[in-house]
């Protein structure tokens, strides 16, 4: 029982040293199996305003697609922000360690830097990327929150 405890134990610090951990998106959209912000280990992560959302994720999606869109959504206290990628961002097969088209289950990493421009410094916001393939399916979200200064 011991060996099982401190086993589990090292396969969750293990995890956490590798990714950060990240919220779910709402609606159980699948998740990622990694996440890396710079500079960041635990949320909220800092993020100066008019700089850049620097972040990686690694997934596999559960299906076979040609394409990959990303988008995002900003949120304070529940309420929705205007935000919208720049149209480069978007197309994330340009954006990845390999190139489109993707097969089911394939693992694939995303890296991309998201222009933050807020009217707003000293605030927590709720990020949401997701990334989508043919016909819109999900191919994973995740969600941070992130504190503009």
Do not use: K
């Amino acid at each position: 029982m011991f060996r099982q405890i401190v086993a589990l134990v090292l396969v969750v610090l293990v995890a956490r040293a590798h990714g950060l951990t990240t919220l779910q998106c709402s609606d159980n959209r699948p998740g990622p199996q990694e996440v890396i912000i710079p500079g960041c280990s635990v949320l909220p992560c800092t993020v100066p305003n008019q700089s850049n959302f620097n972040f990686s994720v690694r997934f596999a999606p559960t299906f076979s697609t040609n394409t990959l869109t990303v988008d995002a959504t900003a949120t304070l206290h529940g309420l929705f922000l205007p935000y919208e990628l720049p149209a480069h961002l978007r197309n994330g097969c340009n954006h990845i360690d390999t190139s489109c088209p993707l097969a089911s289950g394939q693992t694939v990493t995303l890296s991309a830097a998201a222009p933050v421009e807020a009217p707003l410094t000293g605030v927590t916001v709720r990020m949401e990327f997701e990334i989508t393939g043919d016909g819109g399916q999900v191919a994973v979200c995740f969600a941070a929150t992130v504190t503009l200064t």
